[in-house]
Every structure is written in structure tokens, then in C-alpha cells.
Nanobody, 129 residues
Framework: QVQLVESGGGSVQAGGSLRLACAHA??????????MGWFRQAPGKEREVVAS????????YYAESVKGRFILSQDNANYTLHLQMNNLKPEDSAMYYC????????????????????WGQGTQVTVSS
């Protein structure tokens, strides 16, 4: 059974940094065949993609709003996907979710929450001005 467990959220001031982690031990070495993504959802807003990666083809996607500030990285030894978030802004405040998709269907898999089969419980990020 696939389980995704997020951690690393918290409260920071604008300009600060946080590093989110998504433990996906259930995927083991097959994680590279999954499309993995970080999404976020603020109150009253739709869930949106933050960043995603398809390791099998070395494809990474970042939303325009986070390009240059957020970085995805994979800890292969510990089956963990990290999201390093720098220069945080109040508009980054949201619940952040890790997700995994069994299939890669091009750009849709990288950007649409509907492409994802498994979701973590979320971790809250709050950025104050």
C-alpha cells in the first residue's frame, strides 16, 4: 500500500525558508516510475501544483510563482522527496500535499491534481509579513 507522509511545515516570516519532506517508502525503488508532485491549497482556493518530477525521464516542473525560489530534490537512500522553499512570501501560505501518480501522461501529469492516485495528509505552511 502506498503511503505518503509529509513533514517540515511550520510558521515563518516572509523571506524565510522551510524544507518539506515527503516520505514514500511504500514505493521503494519503483518511485522513479511514478510522477511525484507537491500541491498546495489555501482556504477558499483550488488545489494547485507547486512542483512535480518524473524521475524516469528526468523531467521537473515548477509553477511560475515558485520558480527560482523552490527546489525539488530526491533522497534516494531514504525514499524521501524534498521541497526546499526559499524567500517565502505570505501568498505561499497553504496546506502542502505530496502526491504520486502511477502513470505519466505528459504535461497533464505534471500539472493536474486529477492525474494523481495517492495523497499525503498535508503539512501546513504559514508565512507572515
Amino acid at each position: 500500500q502506498v503511503q505518503l507522509v509529509e513533514s517540515g511545515g511550520g510558521s515563518v516570516q516572509a523571506g524565510g525558508s522551510l524544507r518539506l519532506a515527503c516520505a514514500h517508502a511504500g514505493l521503494r525503488d519503483s518511485y522513479s516510475t511514478y510522477c511525484m508532485g507537491w500541491f498546495r491549497q489555501a482556504p477558499g482556493k483550488e488545489r494547485e501544483v507547486v512542483a512535480s518530477v518524473y524521475t524516469a525521464r528526468s523531467i521537473t516542473y515548477y509553477a511560475e510563482s515558485v520558480k527560482g525560489r523552490f527546489i525539488l530534490s530526491q533522497d534516494n537512500a531514504n525514499y524521501t522527496l524534498h521541497l526546499q522553499m526559499n524567500n517565502l512570501k505570505p501568498e505561499d501560505s497553504a496546506m502542502y500535499y505530496c502526491a504520486a501518480a502511477r502513470r505519466y501522461d505528459g504535461s497533464w501529469s505534471l500539472t493536474s491534481s486529477h492525474a494523481y492516485d495517492y495523497w499525503g495528509q498535508g503539512t501546513q505552511v504559514t508565512v507572515s509579513s
